[in-house]
């Protein structure tokens, strides 16, 4: 079902209106709804990928990153994953209604705490197609409306997901203006969904590193900040030469363009003479970059010199910075300098180290003995997700189906007034 001709703030208001309806369905209700949006997903494909096409001749007119046009591209394959998803997050235990707390007052006063929608849940994003669905999917499975700004970059693909899923929630009988997208409305769109307090209940941007800066700062809707990715793994003293190689080509190399690809490697110094060599040749092998410090330079051929802005550079391609530390303090040090909190690994045989880095490094995921690029909703059993939040409030790491939900006091009297 086509999006009618109104202004941003009145698709909003739409949105919210249609909020209601999608608050009160029932657990099967909402399965049953993905499951008829994935279904549309697939029927819609060849005029997705028709789409798609065009938005990726345009992104080459206009000079888009490569990284930016892998994250555009929707082949036939990607939207079949995209339905699996969907239908995914239609299996998942409904978020909504969850009894998170409850007792009884001296008084009498009974008091139940329970898990509720947002409401509106608003994203702003780049060049990602799979957020549309994905936060489409999420937030009507948590009983919320969206409200989407996914760029010009994606404006026709995002199009033919949104008809799509609009018209499957029509076809359930559920208001279709619980799907909402500014696009159209270009830069001016995304301003208004910033300052759209009271119709947008909170507000997620995924995308560069100055598109999550720009919402965080200018917004007056809640954020939930997603940062950017730059991402370490620590190849400490015990760490295998195989292990480390598979682990670190996979973290880079699997999909270079996204935030939980590993940015940079540090290397125990007592291990740097073992490992450095034939983990910087496995991924030159890949088609990697390496950038390195003077101890990496070194002992490895065909390196790029680094220097102090690449320790702190999401590259998103097939570039690395690697440096030599002296040891497990120098690598907490150098990734509490340098980590946007998102993710960290440590590889290692000794399980004292493992357990002192995954203690004491503060990021949102930290891991011992695995690829970083399993820092991902899908993965982690959520179906999709939301995002991957760097901040501290409200939720970290990747986001599900629960952090799409708020709480609200249920209390039950007989009559009791206060004294």
């Avoid at 503060?362 to 399993?374: G, I, K, L, P, Q």
């Amino acid at each position: 079902m086509s999006l009618t001709t109104t202004t941003a703030r009145e698709r909003m208001v739409l949105a919210k209106d249609a909020a209601r309806q999608v608050g009160l369905l029932g657990d099967a209700e909402k399965a049953e709804l993905l499951r008829a949006i994935a279904a549309a997903i697939e029927a819609a494909t060849p005029d997705v990928v028709e789409a798609n096409e065009e938005d990726l001749r345009r992104g080459v007119e206009n000079g888009l990153s490569d990284a930016l046009r892998d994250r555009l591209r929707l082949d036939e394959g990607r939207i079949a994953a995209l339905a699996a998803a969907v239908r995914d997050v239609a299996e998942l235990p409904d978020p909504v209604g969850r009894v998170i707390e409850q007792r009884t007052l001296p008084n009498g006063l009974e008091l139940t705490k329970v898990s509720v929608p947002f409401g509106v849940v608003g994203a702003i994003y780049e060049a990602r197609p799979n957020v549309t669905v994905d936060i489409a999917a999420l937030a009507l499975r948590s009983g919320n409306a969206v409200v989407l700004r996914g760029g010009t970059a994606a404006e026709l693909t995002n199009a033919a997901l949104v008809e799509a899923m609009r018209a499957a929630l029509a076809d359930q009988g559920v208001d279709p203006e619980a799907i909402q997208t500014l696009d159209s409305f270009g830069r001016d769109g995304a301003a208004e969904l910033m300052h759209a307090r009271g119709l947008i209940d909170v507000l997620v941007p995924r995308g560069s590193a100055a598109l999550i800066e720009r919402v965080v700062t200018e917004s007056t809707v809640p954020v939930i900040e997603t940062g950017a990715g730059v991402v370490h793994i620590f190849l400490d003293e015990s760490a295998p030469i195989e292990r480390a190689q598979e682990i670190v080509v996979n973290a880079k190399v699997q999909r270079p363009s996204v935030c939980n690809a590993v940015e940079t490697v540090l290397v125990h110094r007592a291990a740097a003479d073992r490992l450095v060599a034939p983990v910087t040749a496995a991924l030159q092998e890949a088609g990697v970059t390496v950038h390195g410090d003077a101890d990496v330079a070194a002992r490895a051929e065909g390196v790029v010199p680094a220097d102090e802005t690449d320790w702190a550079t999401e590259y998103l391609s097939l570039d690395i910075a690697m440096r030599v530390v002296d040891d497990l303090d120098g690598a907490l040090a150098h990734i509490r300098d340098y980590s946007t909190q998102h993710t960290e690994s440590i590889i290692t045989e000794d399980p004292d180290a493992a357990e002192r880095f995954l203690a004491e490094v503060d990021s949102a995921v930290v891991m011992a003995n695995a690829s970083t690029r399993f820092t991902d909703g899908g993965e982690f059993g959520f179906g999709a997700e939301v995002g991957i939040s760097t901040q501290k409030l409200h939720a970290r790491g990747p986001m599900g189906l629960p952090e799409l939900t708020s709480q609200k006091w249920l209390v039950r009297g007989d009559g009791q007034v206060r004294r």
